[in-house]
């Protein structure tokens, strides 16, 4: 059974830093794109980043671009969001996914961790 | 980026109804459209990817269909457990994008 768990959300002020975790299991981790998604209270989702299984390719949105970093250690079949420059606009619920890597899915979300809570205040 | 518009925001329905839920993209998506169920405290569950293929252990009252611009989620026959949100997701290119939720209601 797959299982992703998000670690690391606080609350941070304004201009913060802030390193989140996904611990996954239950699926061979170096063969599958890798994928933080955010939800800010009451909104809809918004993706974030992702992160193809060697960590050679990696993808922003616009509104975190220079600003937050992906990267995974396949030997701790870990996952990591470094956050920098937080805004109020940061604050959401983020979940880190696994991609689906079926070619007529694209790049959608297979399974989701519960989320991990970031506060911006 | 590609802009997804669902239709409707909410919905009020009752258990056994069958409801249907739209999605539009603002540009050609081929069928790499995806829907997800949220409930409430809880993660995002994939339901149909592809524009019309079922998830693996998504109940079969679930179906997708569509392609190009206009897609649709259609439930059967409702269930209580069918009452959340709904999103939809093209995957057509980076960056992905969600459309902005359909809240179903018991009516």
């Known amino acids: 059974e797959v299982h992703l768990v998000e670690s690391g959300g606080i609350v941070v002020q304004p201009g913060g830093s802030l390193r989140l975790s996904c611990a996954a299991s239950?699926?061979?981790?170096?063969?599958?794109?890798l994928h933080w998604v955010r939800q800010s209270p009451g909104k809809s989702l918004e993706w974030v980043s992702l992160i193809t299984w060697d960590g050679s390719t990696t993808y922003y949105a616009d509104s975190v671009k220079g600003r937050f970093a992906i990267s995974r250690d396949n030997s701790k079949a870990s996952l990591y969001l470094e956050m920098n420059s937080l805004t109020t606009e940061d604050t959401a619920l983020y979940f880190c996914a696994k991609d689906s890597d079926v070619a007529a899915a694209g790049n959608s979300f297979e399974y989701w961790g519960q989320g991990t809570l970031v506060t911006v205040s | 980026d590609i802009q997804m518009t669902q239709s409707p925001s909410a919905l009020s329905a009752s258990v056994g109804d069958r409801v249907t839920i739209t999605c539009r993209a603002t540009q050609s998506i081929n069928t790499y459209l995806s829907w997800y169920q949220q409930k409430v405290g809880k993660a995002p569950t994939l339901l149909i990817y592809g524009a019309s293929r079922l998830q693996s252990g998504v109940p079969s009252r679930f179906s997708g269909s569509g392609s190009g611009t206009d897609f649709t989620l259609t439930i059967s026959s409702l269930q209580p457990e069918d009452f959340a949100t709904y999103y939809c997701?093209?995957?057509?290119?980076?960056?992905?994008?969600f459309g902005g939720g359909t809240r179903m209601e018991i009516k």
């Open positions: 997701q093209q995957s057509y290119t980076i960056p992905p994008t």
């Open positions: 239950g699926f061979p981790f170096d063969d599958f794109t």
